[in-house]
């Protein structure tokens, strides 16, 4: 099992370093600590082939002295240690508790959006109240959309903008519980909201988890992993990974699509999350880049032509079916708004439409829904820019200027630290990765020089893309939901090159070591260790300025998110 200890025999004492126990009691490896000292540095090198064992096999070969198996954050020598099923969950919790107090105690406001209608003489549940009570702060913005379309499609032309698997899983479950007669209990709209919750809860800890497996891949450090996750927990959108939002499920879908990408490219069971994501959000078509990019790499590593027309004939059965997957939904925006026909929907839902302008399905008119007459009818892109303004700089307007703001410390890490990655790795990134190292390049290069150039690369086109044509606070939850990117830079403040360690705090935690003190040694596997992140005192000014972003962007935004106040 994985051991997090001072090494103060061998290492230096202003490094702490990632050993590997031997599967040992703690009396037994401290005893072992005193009795063989002499053999330390043998021992040292064999715990990190053993770590070796469970990262892939690229990072093998890794120099223990590289910057991949450097110094962790300082620790006040008390550990604290969490799996990371219980964090995303008491994550979670910790946004809703905190959405419910807000909403309880501060008044709504008034942001004229769009807020589903509801029949005014439907019958009240018993359950209602209570639902409404605590989870109505989530029921906030898009949120109303999400729901509105679980409840009743798309009856609006403006609701094309979101895209249908997560509301269709929300139908499908709502609808099934109602046959068990679940419905007399609650209502179906509070019903929907209930599920959704529950069901990004559960989509959270699978991106989480797939999160940790990924960054384990390409990072080669256990230690950057675990940040990289807790990170992501408590990340500055948390607000939309709870609400009924597809964040969550996004996330986890195009997590495991770069995993797999990754593992085996040609895997036909890579096409499930690849279409899924793709139906999920717009920005899922970029995970197809992920697709491609490996499959070239391994191409070019195993140039034979047999090679070449089995990676090519899998890749294109991929594509014709993900292809066909979200044709599907194209034909069906079609068939609800480029013809004339008649659809059972409520009267409130009528009224609404009647009222606010909006365009009804199956109320086809010659000035309505242009872009049914298109070569190619593809109603996204004509409702994002008719209904929500998007298109290119349409943003940019003085009073946008807090949105800029509010979007430029994710937009800061993402672009300075691309710009620093690439120029460190200028030649490698101009080769695009894919041609062979020699064995000196192989040597100077981390596990995450090597493999991370098509996450940065994908990372600065969402942001630039962001920057130039959507609502720029966007961008915020658009790179923490679609990129892990964001989460390994900030990772790199707490390990590696950039971690502050104060020389005293080492030098007792090494002594502790020596004395064989009890918690000076800890046994865990795939446990978050929160210590590191909890002793605020021994941070830098750096450290200490993502942990204010992180978790600071997590209960602001909560606050005025549930109140239907403007954010990310």
């Given at each position: 099992?994985?051991?997090?200890?001072?090494?103060?025999?061998?290492?230096?004492?202003?490094?702490?370093?990632?050993?590997?126990?031997?599967?040992?009691?703690?009396?037994?490896?401290?005893?072992?600590?005193?009795?063989?000292?002499?053999?330390?540095?043998?021992?040292?090198?064999?715990?990190?082939?053993?770590?070796?064992?469970?990262?892939?096999?690229?990072?093998?070969?890794?120099?223990?002295?590289?910057?991949?198996?450097?110094?962790?954050?300082?620790?006040?020598?008390?550990?604290?240690?969490?799996?990371?099923?219980?964090?995303?969950?008491?994550?979670?919790?910790?946004?809703?508790?905190?959405?419910?107090?807000?909403?309880?105690?501060?008044?709504?406001?008034?942001?004229?959006?769009?807020?589903?209608p509801h029949a005014k003489d439907a019958p009240?549940?018993?359950?209602?109240?209570?639902?409404?009570?605590?989870?109505?702060?989530?029921?906030?913005?898009?949120?109303?959309?999400?729901?509105?379309?679980?409840?009743?499609?798309?009856?609006?032309?403006?609701?094309?903008?979101?895209?249908?698997?997560?509301?269709?899983?929300?139908?499908?479950v709502s609808s099934a519980l109602s046959s068990?007669?679940?419905?007399?209990?609650?209502?179906?709209r509070e019903l929907s909201l209930l599920l959704?919750?529950?069901?990004?809860?559960?989509?959270?800890?699978?991106?989480?988890?797939?999160?940790?497996?990924?960054?384990?891949?390409?990072?080669?450090?256990?230690?950057?992993?675990?940040?990289?996750?807790?990170?992501?927990?408590?990340?500055?959108?948390?607000?939309?990974?709870?609400?009924?939002?597809?964040?969550?499920?996004?996330?986890?879908?195009?997590?495991?699509?770069?995993?797999?990408?990754?593992?085996?490219?040609?895997?036909?069971?890579?096409?499930?999350?690849?279409?899924?994501?793709?139906?999920?959000?717009?920005?899922?078509?970029?995970?197809?880049?992920?697709?491609?990019?490996?499959?070239?790499?391994?191409?070019?590593?195993?140039?034979?032509?047999?090679?070449?027309?089995?990676?090519?004939?899998?890749?294109?059965?991929?594509?014709?079916?993900?292809?066909?997957?979200?044709?599907?939904?194209?034909?069906?925006?079609?068939?609800?708004?480029?013809?004339?026909?008649?659809?059972?929907?409520?009267?409130?839902?009528?009224?609404?439409?009647?009222?606010?302008?909006?365009?009804?399905?199956?109320?086809?008119?010659?000035?309505?829904?242009?872009?049914?007459?298109?070569?190619?009818?593809?109603?996204?892109?004509?409702?994002?820019?008719?209904?929500?303004?998007?298109?290119?700089?349409?943003?940019?307007?003085?009073?946008?200027?807090?949105?800029?703001?509010?979007?430029?410390?994710?937009?800061?890490?993402?672009?300075?630290?691309?710009?620093?990655?690439?120029?460190?790795?200028?030649?490698?990134?101009?080769?695009?990765?894919?041609?062979?190292?020699?064995?000196?390049?192989?040597?100077?290069?981390?596990?995450?020089?090597?493999?991370?150039?098509?996450?940065?690369?994908?990372?600065?086109?969402?942001?630039?893309?962001?920057?130039?044509?959507?609502?720029?606070?966007?961008?915020?939850?658009?790179?923490?939901?679609?990129?892990?990117?964001?989460?390994?830079?900030?990772?790199?403040?707490?390990?590696?090159?950039?971690?502050?360690?104060?020389?005293?705090?080492?030098?007792?935690?090494?002594?502790?070591?020596?004395?064989?003190?009890?918690?000076?040694?800890?046994?865990?596997?795939?446990?978050?260790?929160?210590?590191?992140?909890?002793?605020?005192?021994?941070?830098?000014?750096?450290?200490?300025?993502?942990?204010?972003?992180?978790?600071?962007?997590?209960?602001?935004?909560?606050?005025?998110?549930?109140?239907?106040?403007?954010?990310?």
């Amino acid at each position: 099992m994985p051991s997090e200890c001072y090494n103060g025999g061998t290492t230096s004492p202003k490094r702490r370093m990632h050993v590997v126990g031997n599967g040992k009691s703690h009396q037994q490896h401290q005893q072992h600590v005193h009795q063989h000292h002499h053999r330390q540095q043998h021992h040292y090198h064999s715990s990190q082939q053993q770590t070796r064992g469970e990262t892939p096999n690229h990072d093998r070969n890794a120099d223990p002295s590289s910057p991949s198996m450097t110094e962790l954050p300082p620790s006040s020598g008390s550990f604290l240690h969490i799996s990371i099923t219980k964090l995303a969950i008491g994550s979670r919790l910790f946004v809703i508790m905190l959405q419910l107090v807000a909403n309880l105690l501060l008044p709504d406001h008034d942001a004229g959006v769009f807020v589903a209608p509801h029949a005014k003489d439907a019958p009240e549940r018993p359950l209602d109240a209570l639902v409404r009570f605590t989870l109505g702060g989530l029921n906030r913005w898009d949120g109303q959309y999400f729901l509105h379309i679980a409840e009743h499609g798309y009856t609006y032309e403006n609701a094309l903008a979101f895209f249908p698997l997560f509301p269709f899983i929300l139908k499908i479950v709502s609808s099934a519980l109602s046959s068990y007669e679940v419905v007399t209990f609650v209502s179906y709209r509070e019903l929907s909201l209930l599920l959704a919750v529950l069901f990004n809860m559960v989509c959270f800890i699978g991106a989480a988890k797939a999160l940790y497996r990924l960054s384990k891949h390409v990072l080669g450090s256990q230690k950057r992993a675990e940040i990289a996750v807790l990170l992501f927990c408590f990340n500055p959108a948390s607000i939309f990974f709870t609400a009924p939002y597809t964040e969550s499920l996004y996330a986890w879908l195009s997590f495991v699509v770069m995993y797999q990408s990754m593992e085996d490219v040609t895997s036909i069971f890579l096409t499930i999350p690849l279409s899924l994501s793709i139906l999920c959000r717009s920005n899922g078509m970029f995970n197809i880049g992920f697709v491609l990019y490996f499959a070239v790499r391994r191409i070019a590593a195993q140039v034979n032509f047999h090679n070449i027309i089995c990676i090519c004939s899998r890749l294109f059965s991929m594509l014709i079916i993900v292809l066909f997957h979200y044709g599907i939904a194209q034909v069906y925006n079609y068939y609800l708004f480029c013809f004339v026909q008649k659809f059972n929907f409520p009267d409130h839902v009528r009224e609404y439409a009647a009222e606010h302008g909006l365009v009804l399905a199956g109320n086809k008119t010659d000035d309505s829904s242009p872009w049914c007459t298109n070569l190619l009818p593809l109603s996204y892109s004509y409702v994002q820019s008719h209904y929500w303004n998007v298109g290119f700089l349409r943003y940019y307007e003085l009073k946008q200027l807090p949105n800029f703001l509010l979007a430029l410390p994710a937009i800061y890490l993402t672009l300075s630290n691309s710009y620093r990655y690439l120029c460190e790795h200028w030649d490698y990134a101009l080769r695009l990765g894919l041609f062979r190292l020699t064995k000196k390049q192989h040597k100077l290069m981390r596990p995450y020089d090597r493999f991370a150039l098509v996450f940065v690369v994908h990372a600065l086109v969402l942001t630039i893309f962001s920057l130039l044509f959507v609502h720029v606070q966007v961008t915020t939850r658009l790179l923490c939901a679609a990129s892990p990117v964001l989460y390994w830079y900030t990772a790199e403040y707490f390990t590696g090159e950039r971690t502050f360690i104060k020389r005293q705090v080492i030098r007792k935690l090494s002594k502790q070591v020596k004395d064989g003190e009890e918690n000076s040694c800890t046994h865990v596997m795939n446990h978050i260790e929160l210590s590191d992140l909890l002793d605020f005192r021994w941070m830098n000014g750096p450290q200490q300025a993502i942990l204010v972003y992180f978790f600071g962007y997590t209960v602001v935004g909560t606050v005025l998110f549930s109140n239907f106040y403007p954010w990310t």
